[in-house]
C-alpha cells in the first residue's frame, strides 16, 4: 500500500546538462535516494510547451532567457514518485539560484548560472499535474513497484 504523503512530481534535465552528459549522473542521484521514475523522456521543447510549462514567471524580466534556453536544445523529462515527492526532488535539487544552493545538491554541484540551473522540478502536487500534463500522455506513465516494496508469494510448485 502507497503511503499517505506519496506524491508524483515532475523534473526535468534543461538542455545544459543533458549537452554536458549529466543525465546519467543526476538519475543515479533520484535513484539512490530510492525515488520512483515512472516515466522518462527526450523532448525538444515547442516555445508552446515551454511559455505553458513556466506560465507563472510570464510578466518575470527573465522569461525569454529561460524560454530560449530551455527550447534550445534537447530536455529530458521524468515523472518522479515517492513519499513527500515534490519536496524531495526540490530538495535534491537545490536552491533555484547556484550561488545559493548548497554543495552535494545537484545545483550547487554543477550549476553556475541561474537559467542554465541544470533542472527543473515542480513546486507544488497541483503544479505537478498540470506540468505532467504539457510533457506526458496518460499512457507514458508506468506503474510499478521496485521490489523492496512488492510483497513476494513462495510457492512450493515446481
Ligand atoms: P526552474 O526551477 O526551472 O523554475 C523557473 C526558472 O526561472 C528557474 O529554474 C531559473 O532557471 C529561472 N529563474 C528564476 N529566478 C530567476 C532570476 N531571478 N533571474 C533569472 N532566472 C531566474
Known sequence: MKPQ?????????????VVRGLMGEII???????LLITALKLVQLTREQAERLYEVH???PFFEKLVQH?????????????PN????????????????AAPGTI??????????NIIHA?????????????LFQPEE????AKPTEQKFSFSNNA
Not at 515527492?85 to 545559493?100: H, I, S, Y
Not at 515542480?122 to 504539457?134: L, Q
Open 70 to 82: 530551455v527550447t534550445s536544445g534537447p530536455i529530458l523529462a521524468m515523472v518522479i514518485e515517492g
Open 122 to 134: 515542480s513546486d507544488t502536487p497541483e503544479n505537478a499535474e498540470r506540468e505532467i500534463s504539457i
Open 58 to 60: 510570464r510578466n518575470k
Open 141 to 144: 506513465i508506468v506503474e510499478y
Open 5 to 17: 504523503n506519496y506524491q508524483r512530481t515532475l523534473a526535468f534535465l534543461k538542455p545544459d546538462a
Open 85 to 100: 515527492a515534490v519536496q524531495t526532488v526540490r530538495n535534491l535539487a537545490g536552491k533555484t539560484n547556484p550561488f545559493e
Open 28 to 34: 543515479t542521484r533520484i535513484e539512490r535516494k530510492a
Open 107 to 116: 545545483r550547487g554541484d554543477y550549476a553556475l548560472d541561474i537559467t542554465k
